[in-house]
Nanobody, 124 residues
Framework: QVQLVESGGGLVQAGGSLRLSCAASGRTFSSYAMGWFRQAPGKEREFVAGISWSGGSTYYADSVKGRFTISRDNAKNTVYLQMNSLKPEDTAVYYC?????????????????WGKGTLVTVSS
């Protein structure tokens, strides 16, 4: 029903920046709240950032607040995650997710669709 494809991951030096994109297709993208999650090796998947269907509300994990910015362009059916001042501990596979809820969702169990992920590696 909803397909999500992440892109933009790669290798970056600590202190650098990276911009992730999530392209959505299928049912009406603008009706869904979206979120970014990440999972490091051997760790649980954790919430990073979320945005409401309208883009009017955003929420960030404390670990990334002030460094990451989530945004969406519904005309392009795309959600972005601008990551600045990257740290080695940001290294993880980053997943885009969507929910039928219009408001921000911060739990993995609250999301309905997931992308395959894109790897972000931050070197020291």
């Amino acid at each position: 029903q909803v397909q999500l494809v992440e892109s933009g991951g790669g290798l970056v030096q600590a202190g650098g920046s990276l911009r992730l994109s999530c392209a959505a297709s299928g049912r009406t993208f603008s009706s869904y709240a979206m979120g970014w999650f990440r999972q490091a090796p051997g760790k649980e998947r954790e919430f990073v950032a979320g945005i409401s269907w309208s883009g009017g509300s955003t929420y960030y994990a404390d670990s990334v607040k002030g460094r990451f910015t989530i945004s969406r362009d519904n005309a392009k059916n795309t959600v972005y995650l601008q990551m600045n001042s990257l740290k080695p501990e940001d290294t993880a596979v980053y997943y885009c997710a969507s929910t039928f809820n219009k408001g921000v969702v911060t739990t993995t169990t609250g999301m309905d669709y997931w992308g395959k992920g894109t790897l972000v590696t931050v070197s020291s």
